[in-house]
């Protein structure tokens, strides 16, 4: 008998895409992207999105935060309307609970989660709550681009830039550190990194408003499986220039303590939620002046071409690179 995990994450999503056949002419954009597109009006777009924090997935206690739990799950879901390109407006919260959690845990999460509702300007209003034997967060997020503004993983085409904002692999070091009990003082920022990531919501906004991008994606599950997404969805081939992928700046003591080389958090590490784009012909020099002006760190890491897969270029030497990254299944 065949089990769910012989068929993986994308198999499952797939099955579930295969069923849903009910169409509608509001729809623009469904299942497979980060978020579900749709008309609201002749000026708007409406973009959906939800995701969900598992205790013993995502997290364990009593090593994790409470408040960091709460902020990464309003975080995680911000970061897949932001690389989309729109604006988070309302979000829904449903929450399941042990009668037997400690009351401060709880509301520390919900602190963690009001917090950054307020920092980017969300409304919450509504939800659930429900009994359940370990905690499980759910959040739906609700926002809105200008009409037909707004980006895919779908539109990458061959030779295109491919643009990574931030130091990619420090939310994967940070996580490191939580589960193995590192140094707090030692790591601090990266634990930060992984409980508050920062979201560049108006980075991507602009971005798409501006006409500078052809595809975009947030790095959920690692630089190299969420490239994978763009490359599969787009049709392209994707390289990596090896030498101008960000790495975490480490200090010697760090650097002794860690179990992977720096390059590997980048590659593989996941929830940094930087966004990873391509940049349509001709706007490169803008996309850096934007980054500039926004005081943004950007990368450009490679390049796209006729064909499938992704590769990574050092020198003259070209390999491929398997779409490794997080998978739940």
């Known amino acids: 008998m065949k089990k769910v995990k012989d068929i993986g994450e994308k198999g499952v999503i797939e099955f579930i895409s295969s069923k849903s056949t009910v169409e509608n002419t509001l729809l623009k954009v469904g299942i497979g992207d980060d978020c579900a597109v749709f008309s609201i009006s002749c000026d708007f777009d409406m973009l959906v999105t939800t995701d969900m924090l598992v205790e013993g997935t995502h997290f364990l206690l009593p090593q994790f935060d409470p408040k960091g739990i709460g902020s990464k799950a309003i975080l995680s879901n911000i970061s897949d309307i932001a690389a989309n390109g729109g604006i988070p407006i309302f979000a829904t919260i449903s929450i399941g609970l042990n009668p037997e959690l400690p009351l401060e845990t709880f509301e520390r999460i919900v602190e963690g989660i009001t917090e950054f509702a307020k920092k980017y300007k969300v409304s919450i209003i509504g939800g659930d709550t429900v009994r359940s034997e370990k905690i499980v967060i759910s959040i739906s997020l609700i926002g809105t681009s200008p009409k037909d503004k707004f980006a895919l993983r779908s539109r990458a085409k061959p030779g295109e830039y491919l643009f990574v904002t931030g130091d990619i692999g420090a939310s994967a070091i940070g996580l490191e550190a939580i589960i193995e009990g590192y140094d707090k003082d030692l790591f601090a920022n990266f634990i930060k990194r992984h409980y508050e990531p920062d979201i560049k919501v108006e980075f991507a906004n ?27 969805s787009s049709c392209v081939a994707i390289i990596f220039e090896k030498d101008f992928i960000p790495v975490p700046e480490l200090r010697k003591e760090v650097r002794a303590i860690l179990k992977r080389e720096p390059i590997e958090y980048s590659l593989f590490g996941g929830e940094d939620y930087e966004l990873l784009f391509t940049a349509k012909k001709g706007k490169e020099s803008e996309i850096i002046e934007l980054a500039e002006k926004l005081n943004i760190k950007i990368s450009k890491i490679g390049f796209t071409e006729t064909g499938k897969g992704l590769y990574i270029e050092e020198g003259n030497k070209r390999v491929p690179i398997e779409f490794m990254g997080f998978e739940h299944f």
Request: net charge negative.
């Open 206 to 232: 602009l971005l798409v408003k501006e006409n500078l991008v052809s595809s975009m994606i947030d790095i959920s599950d690692g630089l190299v499986k969420d490239a994978g997404r763009i490359a599969e």
